[in-house]
């Protein structure tokens, strides 16, 4: 994530936020959302990094190397968590559906 954080922080400071070519390059990539192209994507995240690239209010919170961090931080709270198994254990019984006589699931 630190290559993240360096990365989008360099190009803001480098000013290529604020070409209109840079800008039109970045809206031209989100045909990767189209269904053609997404069925390529490894990580369907970098389309929501994607499209927060557009928002004017994005850019200027990731201009400095805190708002930066945070959004790195995220990101990867984002990973690790999607990346994180479901517990198999019932730690609730008050949750699991029971069956009663007639066939209908009860709570």
């Known amino acids: 994530m630190i290559i ?10 480098q000013g ?3 070409e209109s ?3 039109r ?5 989100l045909y990767w959302k189209e269904p053609e192209y ?11 990094l994607l499209e927060l690239l557009q928002e004017d209010e994005f850019v200027e919170m990731i201009r400095n190397e ?10 990867m709270l984002n990973w690790q968590y999607k ?5 198999t254990s019932n730690q609730n019984d008050d949750n699991v559906e029971e069956e009663e006589e007639g066939g209908e699931l009860i709570n």
């Open 4 to 13: 993240f954080q360096y990365h989008f922080v360099g190009l803001i400071q």
């Open 16 to 18: 290529y936020f604020q």
């Open 66 to 75: 805190e708002g930066a961090r945070n959004v790195a931080s995220q990101i």
């Open 25 to 29: 390059y970045l809206r031209y990539l």
């Open 21 to 23: 070519e840079f800008r």
């Open 83 to 87: 990346r994180t198994p479901p517990s």
């Open 38 to 48: 997404v069925k390529f994507i490894m990580f369907p995240d970098c389309l929501i």
